[in-house]
């Protein structure tokens, strides 16, 4: 197609003033969305849990229930950004069904599984029973296999019985007091998808 520069600049200032009366119109949408979404819902800000960059979101909840979910542009990891993976968080806890409508998301865990040793099939614990269960384990394994002294080094102070991971469904702040757990009780083999 063959334009001269008089119809070229016409052609582009008309897309010009077509995007601009677009944009006008997502911004009248988006003030018009947004101060209704906020009257009703209480903003919870949480951390994302699909990787280590741990980017902010804001969860919208109404009587206990999520009804939407943002990038936090408090944060100053993403701004009020967020990648695919992150803008599907909300999917952790809703899918949607043929008409389009959120239901609860029924592949979504609530409770602690254990499978008992030998044994093929998972069964849901409560979370006091299986965390007492954890510590007792821990204290035990970490007691029978706590390495004091080595190869004529005093000190030494550490166990090669229990490997730890941390994950990105925990905060920072968590991952700092696995940390000092981990370290505190002498376990070396540790690691996080974030490497925290
Ligand atoms: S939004 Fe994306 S980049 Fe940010 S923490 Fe989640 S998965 Fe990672």
Known sequence: MNLSRRSFLK????????????G???SKVAAD?????????????TVCTFCGVGCGIICHVQDGVIVSTEGDP???LN???LC???????????????????QPNPRRLTKPLYRRPGASDWEEMEWDEILE???????????????????????VNRTDAIAWLGSAFCTNEENYLFKKIIRGTGIVNMDHCARL
């Open 79 to 81: 701004e009020g950004t």
């Open 133 to 155: 269960k954890i510590a007792k384990r821990f204290k035990e394994t970490r007691d029978d296999n706590f390495i004091e002294e080595e190869n004529g080094v005093e000190n």
């Open 84 to 102: 695919p993976k992150g803008v599907s968080s909300y999917n952790v806890s809703y899918v949607y069904d043929s008409q389009g409508r959120p």
């Open 11 to 22: 052609l582009t200032g008309a897309t010009a003033a077509t995007a601009a009366v677009v």
């Open 74 to 76: 408090a944060s100053p």
């Open 24 to 26: 006008a119109g997502i």
């Open 33 to 45: 969305y947004e101060p209704v979404r906020l009257n009703y819902a209480k903003e919870v800000p």
